[in-house]
T-cell receptor, first 117, second 114 residues
């Protein structure tokens, strides 16, 4: 149980275009989803927290107009990188929690490798 | 404020040797503690977690960790390293008072020599 998927697993896009990454909880309802960014050989950096049906809360320094997050249902959150630039190339990981007795835990997706050329 | 410190960005062991990866945390209350493993270009895989109860926690792949409140530590060990254990390991803390947000350590890369 507690499986989180991400799609696509890797994507290459041209500078100036937008790309959408999906995060799905497959066997539970995710009241909260998190988006992380990971640079090579570094730890995960929390970008934003999203609750179903409400606006995402962005961490300091993360541009909300550039990284659009939509948590439209209890099983789906999307991250759209708008007007992507090479410096946006990174590994993006989402996670989800179910809001029940195990709210202290997050279940992580497999990650999406974004390369902007 | 919460913080997680992983001592040693790289740890190298010989195959068959003991693995010890260190994690110390700072928290005003007993937190929830996690160890994750990450292989290249993959997401995080949960190795083990401490919530309440027994302080020695056993996880997958022969790993275990002990929560020591007095030392604010949660070190990860494995008696005998295998080549397949070579990966990046992250310690993380979650705390109710912080909305269960995760705080990650910077990670430790485990190298296993044949």
């Amino acid at each position: 149980g507690a499986v989180v998927s991400q799609h696509p697993s890797w994507v290459i896009c041209k500078s100036g275009t937008s790309v959408k990454i999906e995060c799905r909880s497959l066997d539970f309802q995710a009241t909260t989803m998190f988006w992380y960014r990971q640079f090579p050989k570094q730890s995960l950096m929390l970008m934003a927290t999203s609750n179903e049906g409400s606006k995402a809360t962005y961490e300091q320094g993360v541009e909300k107009d550039k990284f659009l997050i939509n948590h439209a249902s209890l099983t789906l959150s999307t991250l759209t990188v708008t007007s992507a630039h090479p410096e946006d190339s990174s590994f993006y990981i989402c996670s989800a929690r179910d809001g029940g007795d195990s709210s202290y835990e997050q279940y992580f997706g497999p990650g999406t490798r974004l390369t902007v050329t | 404020a919460q913080s997680v410190t992983q001592l040693g960005s790289h740890v190298s062991v010989s195959e068959g040797a003991l693995v010890l990866l260190r994690c110390n945390y700072s928290s005003s209350v007993p937190p929830y503690l996690f160890w994750y493993v990450q292989y290249p270009n993959q997401g995080l895989q949960l190795l083990l977690k401490y919530t309440t109860g027994a302080t020695l926690v056993k996880g997958i792949n022969g790993f275990e960790a002990e929560f020591k409140k007095s030392e604010t530590s949660f070190h990860l060990t494995k008696p005998s390293a295998h080549m397949s254990d070579a990966a990046e390991y992250f310690c993380a803390v979650s705390e109710r008072g912080q909305g269960f947000s995760f705080i990650f350590g910077k990670g430790t890369r485990l190298l296993v020599k044949p």
